[in-house]
């Protein structure tokens, strides 16, 4: 099976082209003008930029557990619309994949449904597992997340929010320093990634016994989970990352004072790398009497001198990868009251409309939009060169956007099952005109097309597993391991 892709304008983190691609067999061929070869396919991208697959690394599909909220058909269904070709699947579900054999079970689970490609993340529960994380890389986990600030129910298996709630001896508590130092020992040893929400337990309740009372406004909301609580946790991760080698991920930076954080622990050559999301890049505390509740994350979305900061910081590669934290809710959920509400927003489908937007606006230069939607979040997590990039070998996953078009935000027009979107109603510059994985048309103008082809894609962390693990077991063919940089953090991943 070949497809031709002519006229288009390539996109990568290195720059801009017109060319044309080859693919075949779901993998490109060719790059370059149209050669002879007869095709079975061939798609005309006049006027269109066609970006390596869109990767959204931060999505929380509910599946299995919360199905209510979502499940992995409607969430895979909605990224291929939105442009996505492969997304990397949070693991607190219920249960959580806090072993391999929970990672194999659901890779099986997925593959039956997923409109995408998908890579699934490793939970971290301090002492409790910690003799799975290495199993955990081999399998493929493209990282283990570590929710530094919430518990976990022992019988239950949820994540607990807010520890006052439950008995004690029902909680397996939040992993303390000495846990999470010896946890980035082995996630060290293993050369993989360890990523955290990164906001101070310690700091928060303080902040909260100074207000002294239930939040009722969104100043308190700001007052209760103040700036410096992600800043202190950056801080204490970037030293358990120094002294033990860990690659260490923030995911969702969300201020000034965590990027300001981020940098001087990159300035120092520390292995420390930041995600922020869309939202906190959208919106600000201004825009809460027109959202309301439905704006409730965490960690919270600040003013707009850290959305400015946040920006910058993206513009200049301190952020080396933007996810959505797609984390939907149901309506009656987050109808209960800026209190008593979940945090969580709606994503996956809006990441790839709203970055272009702001990039045909100016905010940022198409070749760092490339980076941090594909590139930069496909070395960070391993996937590199099979994923993220426009070159021979690698995956043919495709976003095709139509830089003249305008996007109306529409959520009855979206494919998750719980489609609350603060996006609503906003009129973005541009249109996902296309998605293609694997040499496939999945999505067009927004609707799928086609049946589910999506497939687990494991992560190679190349440092400290290479020798352990047999590359055939990776789904990789050997010509692309050949290709894989002996080193998957370069010092682009930090500043390129
Ligand atoms: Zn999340």
């Given amino acids: 099976m070949r497809l031709r892709i002519v006229n288009g304008t390539l996109v990568t983190s ?25 095709v079975d396919d061939q798609i005309d991208a006049r006027g269109l930029l066609v970006f390596p697959g869109f990767i959204d690394p931060h999505v929380h599909s509910r599946d299995p557990g919360l199905t209510h909220k979502e499940d992995f058909a409607h969430s895979t269904r909605a990224a291929a619309a939105g442009g996505v070709t492969t997304l990397l699947e949070m693991p607190n579900t219920i249960p959580p994949v806090t072993s391999a054999a929970i990672f194999e079970e659901r890779a099986t689970q997925h593959g039956r449904v997923a409109s995408v490609d998908f890579g699934l993340w490793g939970l971290a529960l301090g002492a409790e597992n910690l003799s799975q994380i290495a199993a955990l890389f081999r399998a493929g986990a493209v990282g283990i997340k570590l929710f530094w600030v919430y518990a976990l129910h022992r019988q239950t298996r949820m994540l607990v929010y807010n520890l006052a709630d439950e008995a004690a001896e029902n909680l397996i508590l939040p992993p303390d320093t000495g846990e999470v130092f010896e946890l980035c020992r082995e996630v060290a040893r293993v050369g993989g990634l360890l990523a955290a929400h990164c906001e101070d337990r310690g700091v928060i309740a303080a902040a909260e016994r100074a207000l002294g009372h239930p939040i009722t406004s969104y100043a308190e ?5 103040p700036a410096a609580a992600e800043a202190v946790s950056i801080a204490v991760a970037a030293e358990l990352g120094a002294a033990t080698g860990c690659r260490f991920h923030v995911v969702h930076t969300a201020s000034r004072s965590g ?15 930041a995600e922020t999301c869309p939202h906190y890049l959208s919106f600000s505390d201004d825009n809460f009497a027109e959202l309301g509740v439905m704006m409730k994350v965490y960690p919270p979305i600040r003013g707009l001198d850290d959305q400015s900061a946040l920006w910058d910081a993206v513009r200049d590669g ?14 009656q959920e987050k109808g209960q009251g800026l209190a008593a509400a979940p945090a969580g927003v709606h994503g996956v489908e809006t990441l790839g409309a709203v970055l272009v937007d702001a990039m045909l606006n100016g905010g940022l230069a198409p070749e760092r939009l490339s980076w941090a939607l594909s590139e930069g979040t496909a070395r960070l997590y391993g996937l590199h060169p099979r994923k993220g990039a426009l070159e021979p070998g690698s995956d043919a996953d495709f976003t095709l956007v139509d830089p003249s078009a305008t996007t109306i935000v529409n959520t009855a027009r979206m494919h998750s099952k719980q ?14 005109k296309m998605t293609i994985l694997r040499g496939n048309v999945i999505a067009r103008d927004g609707e799928i097309v086609g049946l ?6 494991r992560a190679r962390h190349t440092n400290g597993l290479t020798k352990s693990v047999d590359p055939g077991d990776l789904g990789f063919t050997h010509e692309l391991e050949d290709a894989v940089s002996p080193d998957v953090m370069p010092a682009t991943v930090f500043n390129a």
């Fill in 318 to 331: 301190t952020i080396t990868s933007i996810g959505s934290d797609h984390a939907p809710h149901t309506e």
């Fill in 221 to 225: 909301v700001l007052q209760a989970r």
């Fill in 14 to 38: 290195r720059g801009t082209s017109t060319s044309d691609l080859v693919c075949r067999d779901g993998t490109i061929e060719r790059i370059g003008e149209a050669g002879h070869e007869s």
């Fill in 452 to 457: 589910p082809r999506g497939r687990l894609v």
């Fill in 419 to 432: 489609p609350l979107s603060p996006w609503h109603g906003r009129s973005l510059r541009g249109a996902i």
């Fill in 259 to 273: 990027i300001r954080a981020v940098r001087r622990a990159q300035r120092e050559g520390v292995r420390l790398t």
